[in-house]
């Protein structure tokens, strides 16, 4: 089983870029294929239907075919204003221009990361509707984890990982039926 995962933040410092490695870690150690990705490396404009009329861009087309090559995605989504970063939610919009849509029918696990209290709760939900609309089974359960600039130790590892294991485990059991 093939799982790609990545963060919906850019800066190198973020928290869910932290969190999308560490789900890496927990994915290999429960046994399935786990590449993280990072967006900085796959920039797009913001969408504009003039772009898209001279053609997909080829880092669309790109990040599309990685998604092509996997069984399933986990990401990590920062909140900003109560919702899905804009970053993310670019991300989704050309990838559901290149056709056909190389998300539909994937599984998804959502988790978030945020200094606040809320674990990016806000941001979870809202990023479940374009997901959804796009075909993708995303998972019924998330994760948000709050007051993440304590979470992590100097070397990047969640100080308590259980919770985040736990899930990847059983979304892995439900990836594989
Ligand atoms: C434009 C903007 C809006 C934000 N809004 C929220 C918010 O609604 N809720 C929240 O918990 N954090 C909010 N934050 C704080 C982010 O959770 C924080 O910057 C976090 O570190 C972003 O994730 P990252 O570390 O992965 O980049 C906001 C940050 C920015 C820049």
Not at 127 to 144: A, I, N
């Amino acid at each position: 089983m093939k799982i790609l995962i990545f963060a919906g933040s850019l800066r190198v410092d973020s928290v869910n870029k932290k969190n999308a490695r560490e789900a890496v870690r927990l994915t290999s150690e429960l046994g399935a294929e786990a590449e993280f990705i990072d967006l900085r490396d796959y920039p797009m404009p913001p969408y504009d239907g003039d772009i898209e009329a001279q053609g997909i861009p080829e880092i669309v087309k790109k990040l599309s075919a990685k998604i092509a090559a996997v069984d399933a995605l986990i990401i990590s989504t920062p909140e900003y204003n109560a919702s899905i970063p804009g970053t993310l939610k670019n991300v989704i919009d050309w990838l559901s221009r290149d056709k056909p849509v190389t998300m539909n029918d994937k599984h998804l696990l959502l988790l978030a990361a945020s200094p606040g209290m809320f674990g990016g709760m806000r941001a979870l939900w809202h990023s479940r509707q374009p997901f959804e609309q796009l075909g993708v089974h995303v998972y019924p359960e998330m994760l948000g984890l709050k007051d993440a600039y304590n979470a992590f130790d100097a070397s990047g590892k969640l100080k308590d990982d259980k919770g985040l294991k736990t899930l990847i485990e059983k979304f892995i059991k439900h990836v594989g039926k």
